[in-house]
């Protein structure tokens, strides 16, 4: 069984443009949630989906969206982006919304310069 | 303003010693906890759960205890391996609709196992 995908494994962009990461979840798995590791803050919460609607949100500003497609395929969008958001952003997916645990992707390194 | 690093705690352990990782967490409705491994250049892998109805659950190598009343977990690592070498972090679910979908996770600790 696959486990979950994100493409791509790295990314080099600009001050003030934007960009999109996707993640593909175990097949079966309708729950994707993105999380944000950094040095300085750690592992935090972005956004979960769920049959293709946000249930959940992180505190993260408005420049952060994402959006989940019929298969369950996740895409995140960063917009006007900064320094700061230089970070590892991985994916889960779950069966059931976490009832029975979360499985990681590899995450896609993003750097901004 | 400047952003301060997370000072993550270490343990450093010969191998074949028994390791104890502990988490503190921070909602005590929370009704659900993992443990996960992330090695250098991965994503976090999971290494064991417990509900909070109990108070130990045991896998190949690894226990997870949880003492609810102070909200505490640990991670016990038997006959610890090089492999083992990696940052650990606990995880909480908490409990209710607003949670779903969403992990809160300790900052992690370093473990070095040196052969």
């Known amino acids: 069984k696959a486990g979950v995908t994100q493409t791509p494994r790295y990314l080099i962009k600009t001050r003030g443009q934007q960009v999109t990461l996707s993640c593909s979840p175990i097949?079966?798995?309708?729950?994707v949630s993105w999380y944000q590791q950094t040095p300085g803050q750690g592992l935090q919460f972005l956004f979960e989906y769920f049959s293709e609607t946000q249930r959940n949100k992180g505190n993260f500003p408005g420049r952060f969206s994402g959006r989940q497609f019929s298969n369950s395929r996740s895409e995140m969008n960063v917009s006007t982006l900064e320094l700061g958001d230089s970070a590892l952003y991985l994916c889960a997916s779950s069966s059931d919304r976490g009832t029975y645990g979360y499985t990681f992707g590899s995450g896609t390194r993003l750097t901004v310069v | 303003g400047e952003s301060v690093g997370l000072h993550l705690p270490t343990l450093s352990v010969q191998e074949g010693d028994n390791s104890i990782i502990n988490c503190a967490y921070s909602n005590s409705a929370s009704d659900y906890f993992i443990w996960y491994k992330q090695e250098s250049g991965k994503g976090p892998q999971f290494i064991i759960d417990?509900?909070?109805?109990?108070d130990k659950r045991q896998g190949q190598r690894v226990t997870v205890l949880l003492n609810k009343t102070v909200k505490h977990l640990s991670l016990q690592i038997a006959a610890t391996q090089p492999g083992d070498s990696a940052v650990y972090f606990c995880?909480?679910?908490?409990?209710?609709?607003?949670?779903?979908?969403?992990?809160?996770f300790g900052q992690g600790t370093i473990l070095t196992v040196h052969p």
């Open positions: 995880a909480e679910k908490g409990a209710g609709g607003t949670s779903y979908g969403k992990l809160t």
């Open positions: 097949s079966g798995h309708r729950s």
């Open positions: 417990i509900r909070s109805n109990m």
